[in-house]
């Protein structure tokens, strides 16, 4: 078994089962795909919370990992060649962890490109757009007097929901029958719009009739159950 004790972020989250994958996040969008992703996978993993009350992700043990210091990020015993591997982004992550596990991407060249491009499409519109209309909508952002920012990020919202909502006419999925780390990455982000941020109805969520059939599926999951609430709160 590999010796995790040289990483620094280990000095801050002690890996009580170093032989496991050592995963540091919180349960927001972004984090939640890397959790839910091992609980579908079923690969053995140590969660640790990276609290941002207390500032954790801008720590030199954190940034030793992440440098960007956004969470989620992994710290694999076995990765590549038998090595321990060190990963942060998101994206990234469920593309390994899907390979490692040969679940949820297919290996079919046109499948798995087309599928990664459902992924970028989450990752460069759905996570920036959504979250900054919750900035707008729920938080510092919504004390603004000029409303046109917070509009201009409902009807980007509006306009990537169509464009998700045209994908799954006549599919279970994004890919189709077949589940994928497209839609792990994705529908945390949809949950959170309607849910926490609370702007479903400003952005006219329930036109979006099949996106929101498939979130219904996506949320009913076990391993979506469980993996929303990893890692546990303080």
Same mark, same amino acid.
């Given at each position: 078994?590999?010796? $995790?004790? !040289?990483?620094?972020?280990?000095?801050?989250?002690?890996?009580?089962?170093?032989?496991?994958?050592?995963?540091?996040?919180?349960? !927001?969008?972004?984090?939640?795909?890397?959790?839910?992703?091992?609980? =579908?996978?079923?690969?053995?993993?140590?969660?640790? #919370?990276?609290?941002?009350?207390?500032?954790?992700?801008?720590?030199?043990?954190?940034?030793? #990992?992440?440098?960007?210091?956004?969470?989620?990020? +992994?710290?694999?015993?076995?990765?590549?060649? /038998?090595?321990?591997?060190? %990963?942060?982004?998101?994206?990234?992550?469920?593309?390994?962890?899907? =390979?490692? !596990?040969?679940?949820?991407?297919?290996?079919?060249?046109?499948?798995?490109? =087309?599928?990664?491009?459902?992924?970028?499409?989450?990752? /460069?519109?759905?996570?920036?757009?959504?979250?900054? $209309?919750?900035?707008?909508?729920?938080?510092?952002?919504?004390?603004?007097? @000029?409303?046109?920012?917070? @509009?201009?990020?409902?009807? =980007?919202?509006?306009?990537?929901?169509?464009? %998700?909502?045209?994908? #799954?006419?006549?599919?279970?999925?994004?890919? /189709? @029958?077949?589940?994928?780390?497209?839609?792990?990455?994705?529908?945390?982000?949809?949950?959170?719009? +309607?849910?926490?941020?609370?702007?479903?109805?400003?952005?006219?969520? @329930?036109?979006?009739?099949?996106?929101?059939?498939?979130?219904?599926?996506?949320?009913?999951?076990?391993?979506?159950?469980?993996? #929303?609430?990893?890692?546990?709160?303080?």
């Amino acid at each position: 078994m590999n010796d $995790l004790s !040289t990483f620094p972020i280990t000095q801050k989250w002690p890996a009580l089962h170093p032989e496991r994958i050592q995963l540091y996040s919180l349960p !927001t969008p972004n984090g939640v795909k890397v959790s839910i992703m091992l609980e =579908e996978t079923g690969l053995p993993y140590e969660p640790h #919370l990276v609290d941002f009350a207390t500032n954790d992700q801008l720590s030199p043990e954190f940034l030793s #990992l992440s440098p960007n210091n956004k969470i989620p990020a +992994i710290l694999d015993p076995d990765g590549p060649g /038998g090595k321990p591997l060190a %990963l942060f982004e998101s994206g990234a992550i469920l593309i390994y962890l899907a =390979e490692k !596990t040969g679940k949820f991407l297919s290996q079919d060249a046109a499948t798995r490109y =087309e599928t990664i491009q459902w992924l970028m499409f989450q990752m /460069g519109g759905i996570g920036p757009m959504f979250g900054q $209309l919750g900035f707008f909508h729920k938080f510092a952002g919504k004390d603004y007097e @000029d409303k046109r920012p917070r @509009d201009r990020y409902v009807t =980007e919202s509006k306009r990537l929901l169509s464009v %998700l909502d045209k994908r #799954l006419e006549g599919r279970n999925w994004i890919m /189709g @029958d077949n589940y994928t780390i497209a839609d792990i990455a994705t529908f945390g982000w949809v949950r959170n719009l +309607i849910g926490f941020y609370g702007a479903g109805e400003l952005v006219g969520f @329930d036109s979006f009739s099949n996106v929101k059939r498939v979130l219904e599926s996506f949320v009913a999951r076990p391993a979506v159950i469980k993996g #929303l609430n990893i890692p546990a709160r303080a």
